[in-house]
């Protein structure tokens, strides 16, 4: 661009200037739009705290105190943002062909499972084997799970929305099946879990902090993600049958293939979040992985507008809003339900905002009429 | 925490004057200041196994001294280690309550063990002196004999002869319950048979519903329950005009016609102690558990249906069980499949290790574990 300036400069009138700052002002719309979504949602939920008759002050200070304020609240934020990144890219990365996958969680939980019985299979193996053994258990059953849907889709034209989520319920079923039968720790009477994989299989917490490797994988993959959408061929096929199924198919673009294998990748990403939340947190498969990590990767991944990179901030806002939501309660005696309130109010703020993009002539290309 | 160069003189003196009023506290007679966090897995008020803990807290609330901070609905996943940190980092609690069962392992143990100046005390009764931190301990009640009295009372009502229990989960505590509501009730009439249906959860309103409906479909008259909040079953029981006998708190506002009596904990006599001691500086004991007779459960007032035989015949056994002792699980008893499972000569009274690995349903129970 910068080559093309003198030549703007000394071409006649009647010849279009360069846009030079258009890559800037898209950079800046695209950071602008959803950060003012915000901040109008915020407005809005001081609102309704006032009708409340809570000081709105006292709410965002507890916010600031309880998720970034001191070390622990930081390290509390980021623990609760790790699994979320993963599963917000369970549902990014198939939204690049136009699927709305919102199943993550069945593939989180059956992960978990399969990587528990890894772990629990390799519990001779070295550390190392035990636990890349684990990460590829899980991932591969996230990865069949989701892939489901994505077959059903591309081959039989399934809806894969409805198919993945009824695919979650199925796999909580499984999985609860197979904790309180078959997989069931007989000692664990009042809570039916699976026996719990050795001790040195479990991955450590990142040293120096009490966060564990999940906040560091997570955002691994959210950049892989990224570059593989953004930057590969790969990831411009499946950005081109998103935008034109039709027009793909005419490329001779491997469409259902595109779609299993982004379905595919996006179930093995939610499965190794199970894994970790096994390997890391848990130390065996129970009801604690049916927590909602998977529905709040649909809702991060909407805030983030299906982009990798955006998904990371996002999810430590949510994990920040969770982290304080405790504190908020203690010390201002709300209910726990608030913080759903400004939860719902950023989301529906940021998917209404999505109709601001393009209508804003400052951002747009100059010149060109 | 802070660095040599902000130590200026100002702070220095600020540091002595704090030092100075920390010294001159003992010499106040007021008690300890003492910060003391509860933890819910429901909402405060579910008529139920929270709400019951939540009037435990409410009850201390007044001592002087006392401080106390509430987190409700925390899922028993580590979001409730993280609430177990911050009330200790952020709120400066000094003991915590993490009242849902889910909470002990390993949550509350790993906190425990992070946090040895802490005092943890989980409701439950899972705590192993062999095995946990002595800064970690138990506290439960036997509620058995409330459900005891709820079938005695039960059987008074019941017209079919067919009482219903909605159950959460076949786990031990549940099947005492089960258990010792049947043979309430058969201890009246030995014709009477008990229905129970387990949802597999506990919370899960909509089948908490259907099990009730389902129950008084089949004929069952009275109907109790042994899930985290009583307040659907005790609603569409009392909508289908049938009886109730309560669970975990008083829910007699919510059946005022149907409602016999209920099985209720009384958490404020564990909260009471609990904060005298640590205010007194003593020694909290790790393992505490007691019945009606210690003051731990309660019986809910009795309510207009239920007629004076009843009420005679209840409080009879209410006072046999208050002077401690009692024991209705006697050998020879048989469970519903035919087995014998206490031999004759034996016999557990409420306290008896033994019914803590409950894992059959006495004769006179329809219904399956598994």
New interface residues.
């Given amino acids: 661009m910068s080559a093309a300036e003198p030549v703007a400069a000394t071409a006649p009138a009647t010849q279009l200037p360069a846009d030079s700052t258009y890559k800037l002002r898209r950079a800046l719309e695209a950071g602008l739009v959803p950060v003012t979504a915000i901040l109008a949602a915020t407005l809005l939920f001081c609102v309704f705290l006032i009708t409340l008759g809570r000081s709105p002050v006292e709410f965002f200070d507890l916010i600031w105190t309880g998720a970034f304020g001191s070390w622990f609240s930081l390290q509390n934020t980021l623990t609760r943002a790790a699994p979320l990144l993963l599963t917000a890219l369970c549902v990014a990365v198939p939204a690049q062909l136009g699927l709305i996958i919102i199943g993550g969680e069945g593939a989180l939980v059956l992960g978990g499972l399969a990587a528990t019985c890894a772990g629990l299979a390799l519990a001779d193996a070295p550390t190392i084997v035990n636990q890349i053994g684990m990460a590829v258990a899980g991932a591969a059953m996230g990865a069949v799970w989701v892939g489901i849907a994505g077959f059903l889709r591309a081959k039989r034209g399934i809806n894969e929305t409805v198919s993945s989520l009824v695919l979650a319920y199925i796999a909580i079923a499984v999985f609860n099946q197979l904790v309180e039968g078959p997989l069931r720790d007989p000692s664990s009477l009042n809570k039916p879990s699976t026996y719990a994989i050795p001790d040195d299989a479990m991955l450590p917490d990142i040293p120096g902090l009490e966060v564990h490797p999940g906040i560091i994988i997570g955002p691994i993959f959210c950049v892989l993600c990224w570059v593989l959408i953004a930057r590969t061929s790969t990831g411009f096929a499946a950005r081109v049958t998103g935008g034109n199924i039709r027009a793909a198919q005419l490329q001779g673009l491997p469409v259902a293939w595109l779609m299993v294998g982004a379905c595919a990748l996006g179930g093995a990403l939610a499965g190794l979040a199970g894994m970790i939340e096994v390997a890391a947190v848990y130390g065996k498969a129970n009801a604690s992985l049916i927590a909602g990590y998977g529905y709040a990767g649909v809702l991060i991944a909407f805030l983030a507008r299906q982009n990798p990179l955006a998904i990371m901030p996002m999810a430590v806002l949510l994990g920040g809003l969770g982290a304080a939501g405790g504190l908020l309660q203690r010390r201002m005696g709300l209910p726990d339900a608030t913080v759903l309130v400004l939860q719902g109010m950023i989301f529906v703020a940021i998917l209404a905002s999505e109709t601001m993009y393009g209508r804003i002539k400052w951002f747009q290309p100059r010149g060109t009429t | 925490m802070f660095e040599l160069k902000n130590l200026s003189r100002r702070r220095i003196i600020q540091g002595a004057g704090a030092l100075a009023a920390t010294s001159a506290m003992p010499a106040l007679a007021a008690p300890k200041p003492v910060t003391i966090g509860f933890i819910y897995v429901g909402?405060k008020d579910d008529y139920g196994y929270n709400q019951a803990h939540a009037e435990g807290a409410a009850a201390i609330k007044s001592m002087p001294g006392i401080k106390i901070?509430?987190?409700?609905?925390?899922?028993?996943?580590?979001?409730v280690e993280?609430?177990m940190?911050?009330?200790i980092?952020?709120?400066g609690a000094s003991l915590v309550f993490p009242t849902s069962?889910?909470y002990f392992?390993?949550y509350m143990l790993r906190m425990a063990k992070k946090y040895p100046k802490v005092e943890f005390r989980h409701c439950?009764g899972l705590w192993d002196k062999a095995k946990h931190p002595m800064n970690a301990g138990s506290y439960f009640g036997y509620i058995g004999m409330g459900q005891y009295i709820n079938g005695v009372v039960a059987a008074y009502a019941t017209k079919s002869k067919k009482l219903g229990f909605v159950a959460a989960?076949p786990?031990?505590?549940v099947l005492i319950n089960v258990n010792s509501f049947a043979m309430g009730a058969r201890s009246v009439d030995p014709a009477i048979t008990v229905s129970v249906i387990f949802t597999?959860e506990w919370s899960m309103p909509v089948k908490e519903a259907e099990a009730t409906n389902a129950l008084i479909d089949q004929g069952c008259d009275v109907i109790t329950c042994h899930v985290d909040g009583p307040k659907v079953v005790v609603q569409t029981t009392e909508s289908r005009g049938a009886f109730t006998c309560g669970y975990h708190a008083n829910q007699l506002a919510l059946a005022p016609k149907g409602y016999l009596t209920g099985a209720e904990w009384n958490w404020a006599t564990v909260y009471k102690m609990f904060a005298t001691k640590m205010q007194a500086g003593e020694k909290l004991p790790n393992f505490t558990r007691g019945g009606l007779s210690d003051g731990f459960i309660k019986m809910s007032a009795y309510g207009p249906s239920v007629g004076a035989e009843a009420r005679k015949h209840a409080d009879a056994v209410k006072a046999e069980i208050m002077k401690g002792g009692y024991t209705v699980f006697k050998g020879p008893l048989k469970d519903n499949k035919g087995n014998e499972v206490i031999p004759a000569g034996k016999a557990y009274p409420e306290t008896a290790i033994e019914l803590e690995?409950t894992s059959w349903l006495v004769d006179g129970v329809k219904g399956s574990t598994s």
Avoid: A
């Fill in positions: 909402p901070t509430e987190e409700e609905r925390v899922p028993e996943t580590d979001d993280k609430t940190q911050s009330m980092q952020l709120d069962f889910g392992d390993p439950g989960k786990i031990p505590q597999g690995s």
